[in-house]
């Protein structure tokens, strides 16, 4: 009876152990690139990589729910709010490693997650109707001034994106500063918010605003064609412009990813991760994204480099944007930021 016994346990156990030769990605990024550098993982390291794509909420609700139970190893999205949330709820374990510790600057990770690439979110103004004049030296804080009035476009309050920018600039200048700061700029929007970051510089393009905020990746994909003829039109019609250049530098957020609690294959995921963050990965990202790396010695995509360089802001810690987000959305509503 004791020999069938440890039979079974045998059994059970080799069914139930985790596969040494594979990793299991759950990502909310939506790119067929990523498929590709999973691949090229694969062929040098003969880790199998299986992912599960799908939007976050129902990504982290399904990792959530099956708890230790989970096959997911990595977590990969986009927006260091939603990755710090998440870590709040106690669902990474630490992923840094030494190796990711001396590559990525420490105000672009926490202990548990790492930023994969950036992204800027920045200023887009009409060529025809402002002069690049008025618009030198344009600070974040700036876009508060009554001059600005009706010439305002940016998405809505309850977009990840502008929580994070907004949580940031709490971060630098105090919640009663930014409140204050926030009233003022609700009252320059020349529409009430509605669409995506593209939608933002169509605006601008249509003359239905004169100022739009939006990510840097999103003006590079219309400007690619990508999105069509028009689309690459509209871009050509706006300015990129990049803000605080005297002081902290332009906004800057993540994609990025974590070693979840209950990883199954927590070493290959280990190695996933480093992998992502050397040259040859990080070259692969930002040509295909549009974002700009994280790394040194790595250039972002043509596109991308036509816009110009310009300070970063690698000093405001981007865990910040989920330790102020709850803050910064209830700064956005009682402004009025629909």
């Known amino acids: 009876m004791k020999f069938f016994l440890i039979i079974l346990i045998l059994l059970n156990f080799l069914t139930t152990a985790p596969k040494a030769n594979e990793v299991n990605v759950f990502s909310s990024r939506h790119y067929s690139s990523d498929i590709q550098l999973y691949e090229k993982f694969t062929s040098i390291s003969g880790i199998k990589v299986n992912v599960v794509s799908g939007n976050d909420a129902a990504l982290q609700k399904r990792i959530v729910e099956e708890g230790s139970d989970s096959k997911a190893d990595l977590y990969i999205t986009a927006d260091a709010g939603r990755l710090g949330l998440f870590d709040q709820k106690g669902m990474f374990q630490n992923s840094i490693s030494p190796k990711i510790k001396s590559i990525v600057p420490k105000s672009l990770r926490s202990d548990n997650w790492t930023g994969i690439a950036k992204r800027a979110r920045i200023i887009f103004y009409s060529k025809d109707r402002i002069d690049k004049e008025v618009i030198k030296n344009l ?86 064609g990508q999105k069509g003829l028009e689309q690459q039109q509209a871009a050509k019609k706006v300015v990129p412009y990049f803000p605080n250049q005297s002081d902290r530098g332009t906004h800057m957020n993540i994609s990025g990813g974590g070693i979840l609690k209950y990883a199954p294959n927590p070493e290959n995921a280990l190695k996933l991760l480093e992998f992502l963050l050397t040259e040859e990965a990080q070259s692969h990202i930002v040509k295909n994204t549009f974002e700009y790396p994280i790394i040194e010695n790595v250039e972002p995509s043509e596109i991308i480099k036509s816009m110009g360089s310009f300070k970063q802001d690698l000093s405001t810690p981007v865990e910040d944007y989920a330790r102020f987000q709850a803050v910064a959305l209830e700064l956005m509503l009682r402004a009025g930021w629909k």
């Open 139 to 224: 600070r974040y804080e700036d876009l508060s001034d009554p001059k600005w009035n009706n010439k305002i476009t940016v998405r809505q309050s309850n977009n990840i994106y502008n929580q994070s920018w907004i949580a940031s600039i709490i971060s630098n200048n105090g919640k009663e500063n930014t409140d204050e700061w926030v009233k003022k700029f609700v009252k320059n929007f020349a529409r009430d918010p509605k669409g995506n970051d593209r939608a933002q510089i169509l605006a601008v393009a249509a003359g239905e605003a004169d100022i739009a905020i939006a990510n840097t990746y999103y003006y590079a994909l219309m400007l690619s």
